[in-house]
Antibody
Framework: QAQLQESGPGLVKPSETLSLTCTVS????????WSWIRQPPGKGLEWIGY???????SYNPSLKSRVSISIDTSKNQFSLKLNSVTAADTAVYYC??????????????????WGQGTLVTVSS | QSVLTQPPSVSAAPGQKVTISCSGS????????VSWYQQIQGTAPKLLIY???KRPSGIPDRFSGSKSGTSATLDITGLQTGDEADYHC???????????FGGGTKLTVL
């Protein structure tokens, strides 16, 4: 069973870029949809986006203009960049392995496993 | 404001059954499969149900999922104190072309 671990700064200044990396161990980053999900304090989950191992991406429309996800297969890592952050981007950020299958126009999307999460605070 | 609507909280006694609802629309639950996650305080979400009604290995059959129209349901039978957690539903939304989640439901086992 693969294990995922997020890493990156816990504090980012407003207007700067949030950068996080997820390291995948116990499995190959080839195949699957490598995903980022966040959870503001006391709130529900928000899907940020995913990158398929081949390089195609899908992002939450509400974040699309500010977000990018990339994969480094040589290091078994994938990364998140979110630019022009504000206090509203303060959240626990999770990386997760996604599964996305479409059968007869119906999509199956689920996330398993998840990293332990990392709190990123946006503050000056 | 989450795309999927869940009750903020539910409660039941040990040994009883509880149902958690997740309401959406035709562009999400109505046409796509649902997943459910258990999040114990201070930890990451854990997959409970995928493809609306399938359990990953290791998840007891006390947990079951179903769907009718634009609403999905997670049933938990034989409640245990260890089931106290937040439960989140998720799916794909074809109008948004995005993954979406509910706001989460806090389960209290009295």
């Amino acid at each position: 069973q693969a294990q995922l671990q997020e890493s990156g700064p816990g504090l980012v200044k407003p207007s700067e870029t949030l950068s996080l990396t997820c390291t995948v161990s116990g499995g190959s980053i080839g195949s699957d949809y490598w995903s980022w999900i966040r959870q503001p304090p006391g709130k529900g989950l928000e899907w940020i986006g995913y990158m398929y191992y081949s390089g195609s991406t899908s992002y939450n429309p509400s974040l699309k203009s500010r977000v990018s996800i990339s994969i480094d297969t040589s290091k078994n890592q994938f990364s998140l960049k979110l630019n022009s952050v504000t206090a509203a981007d303060t959240a626990v950020y999770y990386c997760a392995r996604g599964s996305y299958i479409v059968v007869a126009y119906s999509a199956m999307l689920w996330f398993d496993p998840w990293g332990q999460g990392t709190l990123v605070t946006v503050s000056s | 404001q989450s795309v999927l609507t869940q009750p903020p909280s539910v409660s039941a006694a040990p040994g009883q059954k509880v149902t958690i609802s997740c309401s959406g629309s035709r562009s999400n639950i109505g046409n796509h499969y649902v997943s459910w996650y258990q999040q114990i305080q201070g930890t990451a979400p854990k997959l409970l149900i995928y493809e609306t009604n399938k359990r990953p290995s290791g998840i007891p059959d006390r947990f079951s999922g179903s769907k009718s129209g634009t609403s999905a349901t997670l049933d938990i039978t034989g409640l245990q104190t260890g089931d106290e957690a937040d439960y989140h539903c998720g799916t794909w939304d074809s109008s948004l072309s995005a993954g979406v989640f509910g706001g989460g439901t806090k389960l209290t086992v009295l």
